[in-house]
Nanobody, 125 residues
Framework: QVQLVESGGGLVQAGGSLRLSCAASGRTFSMHVMGWFRQAPGKEREFVAAISRIYGSTNYADSVKGRFTISGDNAKNTVYLQMSSLKPEDTALYYC??????????????????WGQGTQVTVSS
């Protein structure tokens, strides 16, 4: 089992920045990819970004390219999401996820076996 705990969410004005963190514990050696997804009220959970822990390759949703950066610290079993130039439409509950079956940083939620509880990001206009 893998446990994921997100932190760093909060309220920020449009144009501002936030950094989310996700700390993993448990069978962390089984994690090949860590990713971020988000879900706004009344909407489906959507992909944000992912990173391969072995190769460092990344994948981003088009809506966040150039504004968000995903990075990881394997020694700390932690992944980060640096969010800049935030927009009101970025408001959502942000979830950390871990994939164990492949090193490909997939954008499909069903490829991820483990999920955190989420951290709320609210961007005011």
């Amino acid at each position: 089992q893998v446990q994921l705990v997100e932190s760093g969410g909060g309220l920020v004005q449009a144009g501002g920045s936030l950094r989310l963190s996700c700390a993993a514990s448990g069978r962390t050696f089984s994690m090949h990819v860590m990713g971020w997804f988000r879900q706004a009220p009344g909407k489906e959970r959507e992909f944000v970004a992912a990173i391969s822990r072995i190769y460092g390759s990344t994948n981003y949703a088009d809506s966040v390219k150039g504004r968000f950066t995903i990075s990881g610290d394997n020694a700390k079993n932690t992944v980060y999401l640096q969010m800049s130039s935030l927009k009101p439409e970025d408001t959502a509950l942000y979830y950390c996820a871990a994939r164990t079956d492949s090193s490909r940083p997939s954008n499909m939620r069903y490829d991820y076996a483990y999920w955190g509880q989420g951290t709320q990001v609210t961007v005011s206009s």
